[in-house]
């Protein structure tokens, strides 16, 4: 089944002149400084107000983990679209639409279509695990707690998950791929940086290496989407889909289990062997395999769609947002 890159090249070329290695670097240090700097705000303010309405938290690990601190955890993600806005402005003269795709928007049905695809094969993903670990638990909260706080996680999720998107298969994939056409560079560079920032120093190495090489899976399904579409929005949709499932549904991490409704066998705890380790690797592996081969076959009803020439009336040399 061969891939067509006609979207991706238009995508490519679509980067202005100022689109330069040095400009991409000192563009991508803005991002990461206005990322930690909304994160250290954000955070500390956060655990400044917990503190001060005595909430029980000692420490901003514990306040991490109360259903207030994954609210400001998934916050500081914002930082990362300030900072891409920074960037495409005042060095790259473009707008942050640009990184969307050749059309400068989002591809709203190819979100859904990725979102729909994801959650398809996180259902298979969460009955293979519990042929594994069959260990899942109730939580404590409550439906009606459940459903008051999901508007709000559901949009600051997205915050989070098109965040990552954005920057690395949006403004370090495209940038790169301007200067180099191989995709060793462009493609491999972003999901590298990528996966390794997903390292838990708390697990042990086996599950270290089987969650790594998951993400790395997730991370080449959504640059291919992006190869593909030449444009974010499926990306964007399972991206937010696989979280949505883990932040809501059945939560294997526990420092992001307070709003799931289940939480199944912690992805870092000791107990592991490195052969349930290998299987869950390879779960991730199968699972995304499965999702790409939904959204890219031809046959496929969730088949994603490519954009192929940019709007006229949008210069590259654009400034405004």
Known sequence: ?????????????????????????????????AWLLVTLAVVFSGFYISRSYDLGVNSVGSFLETR?????????????WIGAW??????HKERLSALFGVARRIAWSDFAKGLVA?????????????MIAPDIQRTAIGWGTWLVFLPPILFLAFIQTSSEELLFRGYLLRGLAHRFRSPL???????????CLHWNIGAPLAMNACVLA???SFAALVTVLVYVTGNLGAGMGAHFANNVAGFLLIS??????????????????????PESAFLIALIGLV???????????????????GEHAAPEAEPNGAAAI
Do not use: N, Q
């Open 86 to 91: 920074i960037a495409m402005r005042f060095v």
């Open 214 to 216: 998951s993400i790395g």
């Open 185 to 195: 560079i462009w493609g491999f560079l972003p999901a590298l940086v990528f996966t």
């Open 252 to 273: 294997h991490e526990s420092a992001l289990s307070s709003f799931a409704l289940y939480r199944g066998k912690p992805l870092e705890t000791l107990v592991w062997t």
């Open 118 to 130: 994801v959650l398809i094969t996180s259902i298979i993903s969460e009955i293979a695990i519990y």
């Open 287 to 305: 699972c995304c395999a499965l999702t790409l081969l939904l959204l890219v076959h031809p046959r496929s009803p969730l088949r994603v769609g």
């Open 68 to 80: 207030f601190g994954v609210f400001i955890s998934l916050l500081t993600f914002s930082g990362i």
């Open 1 to 33: 089944m061969a891939l067509d890159g006609t979207s991706f090249e238009a995508y490519r070329r679509s980067a202005g002149e100022k689109t330069t290695l040095p400009r991409l670097i000192f563009g991508t240090i803005i991002i990461v400084l």
